[in-house]
Every structure is written in structure tokens, then in C-alpha cells.
T-cell receptor
Framework: DVKVTQSSRYLVKRTGEKVFLECVQD?????MFWYRQDPGLGLRLIYF???????EKGDIPEGYSVSREKKERFSLILESASTNQTSMYLC??????????????FGPGTRLTVL | GQNIDQPTEMTATEGAIVQINCTYQ??????LFWYQQHAGEAPTFLSY??LDGLEEKGRFSSFLSRSKGYSYLLLKELQMKDSASYLC??????????WGAGTKLIIKP
């Protein structure tokens, strides 16, 4: 079974703090994704990565950055946390399948509250 | 723009059948996914359709009509554990997943 883990289930930070969210997958997947999920909205893609040291902006990258130094690990960084970044953050991974099923496997999520 | 529409909330009775609809307008189409998400948990994969027609998997079935930009998820013999949100997502021409906001399904005894 694919396992995607995230460093924290719940996190509380203060405005202006630098926040690191870690995600690790154990299935040697090439693709990794960071989403945020807010009530009434669909999953919104922040950043994704197709390979080590490679990153692409998603739909809402502002205020975030990412790092992928190793294939299994994809980190999301909030450079200076703001209250509008309070959200559920979901990490996902998928194999490189040349556009066939591209099923994504999700981690348990991190509920971040910025005070 | 790209758009996925699904009802916000639906209510059904234990043991009954429910159909959750999803309509989409996307730049290209490379398949449609349904995911289930229980409250406070991660989404989990339910089905993938890329050809027109019905795919059956136990109590769950998923239907696709590409010409109509339409899909539905059919849940039979509803159980209380089926109470969850159901997310529709379309893989567009760039192989990016476009997500709907999800349908919250409430099952009543």
C-alpha cells in the first residue's frame, strides 16, 4: 500500500512565523503535490513537482514556496504566515504514468491555524 | 475558464440508492476521478473513467458521458459509513487535476 505521511496533523502558528510542512511518500513516486482545502472550495493546487529539485507553480502559489531535495520528500514553506493561510493542507503523490490513470494518493492532512 | 460543478450537499436514507452528479467544462479531457473523503481525513480514490459508459465496482458505480461533460457516482445499499464528501476531479489536457468543491452526503437511519 502507498503511504503518504505528513509531519503534523495539527499546527498552530503566529502571524509572521516561518512554517515548514513536510510530506514523505514511500512508493518511489515521481510526482508530488501540495493542496489546500477550504470549506466550499475544491482542492486548490499550490505547487507540484515532477522530479527531484524540480517544482512548478499551481493555481495559488503566492505566499508559499517548496523544496524537493529527495525523491520521497516534498516540503511546503510559508515564508511569513498570515491568517488567510489558515487551512487544511494536503500532500499527494502519484507515479509517472505518461498520463494514464494518474491516481493521486493523499496524506492525512495538516490543519494549520495562524493566529 | 475551467469549472467542475457538483451539488453541495445531499441527504439519503440507509439502504437506499443515491446518485451524485458532476458536470465539467475543462480545457481538454484525460479522465474523470471520484474520491471519497470522510470528515477530517484524506481523500481516497474511488473510480476513474476515461471512456463513456458505466463502471461498476461493488456497491459503487461511476458513469461518464464525454459529449455531455457529465458524470455521476451511484451508491447502492447505502450504509452509515458512506456518510462523507465525494469529490469529482477531471484530468485536463495538461494532465492537471481540476477539482470540484465536493458533495457532502448525509445518510440517515
Amino acid at each position: 500500500d502507498v503511504k503518504v505521511t505528513q509531519s503534523s496533523r495539527y499546527l498552530v502558528k503566529r502571524t509572521g512565523e516561518k512554517v515548514f510542512l513536510e510530506c514523505v511518500q514511500d512508493m518511489d513516486h515521481e510526482n508530488m503535490f501540495w493542496y489546500r482545502q477550504d470549506p466550499g472550495l475544491g482542492l486548490r493546487l499550490i505547487y507540484f513537482s515532477y522530479d527531484v529539485k524540480m517544482k512548478e507553480k499551481g493555481d495559488i502559489p503566492e505566499g508559499y514556496s517548496v523544496s524537493r531535495e529527495k525523491k520521497e520528500r516534498f516540503s511546503l514553506i510559508l515564508e511569513s504566515a498570515s491568517t488567510n493561510q489558515t487551512s487544511m493542507y494536503l500532500c499527494a503523490s502519484s507515479p509517472w504514468t505518461s498520463g494514464s490513470t494518474d491516481t493521486q494518493y493523499f496524506g492525512p492532512g495538516t490543519r494549520l491555524t495562524v493566529l | 475558464g475551467q469549472n467542475i460543478d457538483q451539488p453541495t450537499e445531499m441527504t439519503a436514507t440507509e439502504g437506499a440508492i443515491v446518485q451524485i452528479n458532476c458536470t465539467y467544462q475543462t480545457s481538454g479531457f484525460n479522465g474523470l476521478f471520484w474520491y471519497q473523503q470522510h470528515a477530517g481525513e484524506a481523500p481516497t480514490f474511488l473510480s476513474y473513467n476515461v471512456l463513456d459508459g458505466l463502471e461498476e465496482k461493488g456497491r459503487f458505480s461511476s458513469f461518464l458521458s464525454r459529449s455531455k461533460g457529465y458524470s455521476y457516482l451511484l451508491l447502492k445499499e447505502l450504509q452509515m459509513k458512506d456518510s462523507a464528501s465525494y469529490l469529482c476531479a477531471v484530468l485536463d489536457s495538461n494532465y492537471q487535476l481540476i477539482w470540484g468543491a465536493g458533495t457532502k452526503l448525509i445518510i440517515k437511519p
